[in-house]
């Protein structure tokens, strides 16, 4: 016989952290039940990458340059999203702590064209896209209770945010 039983397990001080006084530097205080709620984001590391919404390849196998001209033809919508906290939030602590190019939300354009000399022989790939970071990060969760604060959860976690700067990328196939 099988008993089927459910446990729900809250945060207690043993789960949180030692209450302490308030950290300086917490920010995006809410009401939470009867205390007050903080985030506190910390950067781990960024590096940038190149989002493609489009792309083409133009292959040359005569025995002489070709010059070639490509469009992009489709677009590609690419936001900041987070499990924890609000992505705004989110946001602005990377416009702040990464670069000041990011944006919530960014979509590709359609309809912008490149030119490009393809040599004898060889493959050139043009990409379409948008230019963004890979961050890595960590939320810190606190609540207070008058003047003190108890650490209430600690989110690590990567978000992919794009920038406002978007263009071709040509490379060699």
Not at 42 to 55: E, H, K, N, Q
Not at 102 to 109: E, K
Request: proline share 4%.
């Amino acid at each position: 016989m099988a008993i089927a039983s459910l446990v729900v397990v809250a945060p207690t001080a043993a789960h949180a952290g030692a209450i302490v006084a308030c950290p300086t530097d917490l920010q995006y205080w809410n009401r939470y039940g009867s205390a007050w709620e903080a985030h506190r984001y910390r950067i781990v590391s960024s590096t940038p990458v190149f989002l493609a919404s489009d792309g083409r390849a133009v292959s040359n196998g005569l025995s002489y340059p070709v010059s070639a001209t490509v469009t992009a033809t489709q677009t590609r919508t690419h936001q900041v999203t987070t499990s924890v906290g609000v992505a705004t939030q989110l946001t602005e602590q990377l416009t702040i702590n990464v670069s000041t190019q990011i944006v919530q939300i960014r979509s590709t354009a359609i309809g912008v064209s490149t030119s490009f000399e393809v040599q004898p022989n060889q493959t050139v790939y043009a990409d379409y896209g948008v230019h963004a970071y890979q961050v890595s990060y960590y939320v810190e969760k606190w609540r207070a209770r008058g003047s003190l604060c108890e650490e209430w959860g600690y989110y690590p976690s990567t978000v992919t945010a794009p920038t406002y700067v978007e263009g071709w990328r040509l490379r060699l196939g």
